[in-house]
């Protein structure tokens, strides 16, 4: 899905990323300092705003943009709310909410969790697994009103945020909404629903998977052959070359389905069954590659694979981690079942066909 | 490979719709007047000249290949939406899909003008049947170990030795046969081996059937005794058939029919857990779902690839390695799906005949068009680790 305003967007977000936040440099540090620094070129660049039109105070780039971006980020492991500030920034301005400077998350963020509008205006619910939900100074809420669905932007401070993270150490938040007061808000377009939103997150996340899965297979191949056991690099030994064939295997079809999903969205902007067939798919089969991708690569790198000091669980712990967010690929997959069997047996292959 | 994995995103163009409805409508015509039936697999892998030679009418046999060989000059975007509504339909296309997939590209590179002129027309109109002379009793995934030898003699060659698990031989009309011209070269074991056009109703050919435990009638052996190949019927480079074979994978590997072969499980599975399953039955469908749709979308990406003039090899052994996996594993995931659905659903006995054929055929389909473990070794050259 690349072509030249793609090509441009990469090309200047891998450098802000080779710079400011290479995963060897950081998986040194024993501080956070490089944050700041790191966020303040993303915000520069426009990136962290990509979704946001240039009239609501964003750069307004194509959604295109954004989802190349994301496998970008996903190929540096990149430890910041990059994906869930593009993500807030899209929620907020699709029910034309200006959305402010600074590091912002989205709520909710798993399917089983609502945010209720109430009358009165205030915000109340609990949802769990916010991503970088302490790091975040806003957070764009979908929440459910008597008359349907309001976009709302919350000040951080203005919630409860309990501890947690992910197996990567990303913050993971259980965030409490207490009769929260919205900076402001808006009613969600028609469209814009819980689902649209877990679709949208589940091809960001998806999309960051495959950029990992890049990364792990390149890693790993490097690495097969340097390693030397048995007085040859072990990348000789056919059952390793097998094991990184089937790395490749995933990593290609996390790359195919992510892109597939992000081009479907990107071209029709919408959330009808085409982005579900695609969205869907391509959590449920990034998250299988990710399990699989992880686990191969782990064995490829031996002991020294599982050690901090290793760059290497900066990549599989994220790929791993994200599963859970957005929906998945167990719900993903019984929700897809579902409508497939609703559909029924004649409807089937018309649906493949036309994607 | 150039260090990156490439699945462009390809979208069938416009023009695929209008002929994936004239192909669907074709194939609904013949189900109506009985040519084949879509839920019986093994009897639709049966061959049909008489149905070839309609669908050759229609246009859809050597759809890419130039109009003045019998072709259409379409587009390969256009043969893969054939390629796949044929397979879904479970519509006997035996007796002129080898030569369609495959032979008949190598004859447009590799032939004399009047041999192409002769043949390639005849493919077009369904009424030739080619096969792959490649294995041997001593020679599978290792093709270079073939022994099958051609002689030099006066006006041609003369073949003796014997290929092995030849699919179809006992309906073709001629093969593509890969033969020992001269020794290996110390410095290159891969030299030496020429392809031929092998006319099979010549004398000195005999077909001898082999029962696959499938029931299957196609598998053969075919010896050659002083079989006489005229010049002309040499194709390419002699000795340097090794040059030629590696760039036709691609077109071989990443097809549809390279993870549709037991889609028709898919269809009664559906049929079989109903309009409302229960969680589990939900979620395992939906799983197969998503990995089918995986796999078509990089299968289309190759097909693109390939339009483009690109050479996908790496991108095409892995869709072939995915792809006949899962369509190897569908089988018994449906068996489990199926295990708690109640005895007296409708589609009982088709679903327990198909899944019958199904795990009987499913080991083959890791092991024809290159083995698994022959794909990984590309897929590991790609990587470069060879």
């Known amino acids: 899905m690349t072509n030249d305003s793609d090509h441009i967007v990469i090309e200047s977000a891998a450098r802000i990323f080779a710079d400011l936040a290479d995963p060897q440099t950081i998986n040194r540090l024993d501080h956070a300092a490089w944050k700041a620094p790191f966020w303040q070129a993303l915000a520069d660049a426009g990136l962290a705003l990509a979704w946001v039109p240039e009239q609501l105070g964003g750069a307004g780039a194509p959604l295109a943009d954004g989802f190349a971006v994301l496998g970008v980020a996903g190929r540096f492991a990149v430890a910041v709310p990059l994906a869930e500030t593009l993500l807030a920034g899209w929620l907020l301005t699709r029910a034309g909410v200006a959305a402010p400077n600074g590091r912002m998350t989205i709520a909710p963020s798993r399917p089983f969790d609502r945010i209720i509008f109430d009358a009165d205006g205030t915000l109340s619910g609990c949802a769990i697994g916010i991503p970088f939900a302490s790091e975040a100074q806003h957070i764009a809420v979908l929440a459910e009103g008597e008359e349907g669905a309001f976009v709302a932007l919350v000040a951080a401070r203005d919630c409860t945020i309990g501890q947690g993270q992910t197996l990567a150490g990303d913050p993971s938040n259980i965030v409490q909404f207490q009769r929260v007061k919205p900076l402001r808000y808006a009613r969600a377009p028609f469209g814009l629903d819980h689902a649209a939103l877990m679709l949208m997150g589940s091809v960001s996340r998806s999309v960051q998977t495959a950029g990992a899965l890049e990364s792990i297979l390149s890693l790993s191949v490097s690495y097969a052959n340097e390693r030397v056991a048995f007085e040859r690099p072990i990348g000789k030994f056919q059952a390793v070359q097998h094991n990184l064939a089937r790395l490749a295997g995933e990593t290609a079809a996390a790359l195919a389905v992510s892109g597939s999903a992000a081009n479907t969205i990107t071209r029709s902007d919408s959330f009808d069954e085409a982005a579900f067939l695609e969205g869907a798919s391509a959590k449920i089969r990034c998250a299988e590659a990710a399990t699989e991708g992880s686990a191969i690569a782990h064995q490829v790198f031996g002991a020294i694979g599982f050690t901090n000091e290793h760059v290497l669980h900066r990549f599989t712990l994220r790929t791993l981690a994200w599963r859970d967010d957005f929906g998945s690929e167990s719900y993903w997959a019984a929700e897809l079942g579902k409508h497939v069997a609703k559909c029924g047996a004649e409807e089937f292959w018309p649906m493949v066909a036309s994607r | ?386």
């Open chain 2, 1 to 386: 490979m150039s260090g990156k994995l490439q699945f462009n995103q390809i979208r069938l163009p416009p023009e695929c719709d209008a002929l994936r409805q004239e192909v669907r409508a074709f194939l609904a015509e013949e189900i109506a007047k009985g040519t084949f039936d879509p839920h019986r697999p093994g009897h639709g892998d049966s061959h049909d000249r008489a149905f070839s030679k309609r669908i050759g009418a229609k246009g859809w046999i050597g759809m890419t290949w130039p109009k003045k060989y019998g072709g259409h000059e379409r587009s390969f975007l256009e043969r893969y939406v054939v390629t796949e509504e044929f397979r879904v339909a479970n519509a006997p296309v035996r007796s002129h899909f080898v030569a369609d997939r495959q032979s008949g590209p190598i004859l447009l590179k590799y032939a004399p003008e009047h041999v192409k002129a002769n043949i390639l027309p005849r493919i077009c109109r369904g009424e030739l049947c080619f096969v792959i002379g490649m294995s041997e009793p001593g020679s599978g995934s290792d093709l270079f170990a073939a022994k099958t030898k051609a002689t030099k003699v006066d006006r041609g060659w003369r073949i003796n030795g014997s290929k092995i698990w030849t699919s179809n031989a006992n309906i073709a009309d001629y093969m593509i046969a890969l033969c020992r011209t001269s020794p290996p070269a110390k410095e290159n074991r891969r030299h030496g081996l020429t392809q031929f056009l092998v006319d099979m109703k010549i004398l000195g050919i005999k077909v001898n059937p082999i029962y696959q435990m499938s029931g299957q009638q196609d598998f053969n052996e075919v010896v050659f005794e002083d079989a006489f190949v005229p010049d002309d019927h040499v194709l390419g480079e002699i000795d340097g058939a090794w040059k030629q074979a590696t760039s036709e994978l691609a077109y071989e590997r990443s097809g549809p029919e390279r993870f549709l072969e037991t889609f028709y499980l898919m269809l009664e599975l559906i049929r079989a857990i109903g309009s409302a399953p229960d969680t589990r039955s939900a979620e395992g469908l939906g799983r197969l779902v998503a990995q089918l749709h995986t796999l078509r979308r990089m299968s289309v990406s190759v097909a693109g690839m390939l339009q483009a003039g690109k050479e996908p090899v790496v991108e095409a052994a892995i869709v072939k390695d995915l792809g006949t996996i899962w369509e190897q594993n569908l089988p018994n995931r449906v068996r489990e799906l199926t295990a708690f659905v109640p005895p007296e659903i409708a589609n009982r006995v088709t679903l327990e005949e198909q899944l019958a054929f199904a795990t009987t055929i499913a080991p083959k389909l890791t092991i024809q068009g290159g083995t698994t473990e022959i794909l990984r070794g590309i897929i590991a050259r790609g990587l470069g680790l060879r």
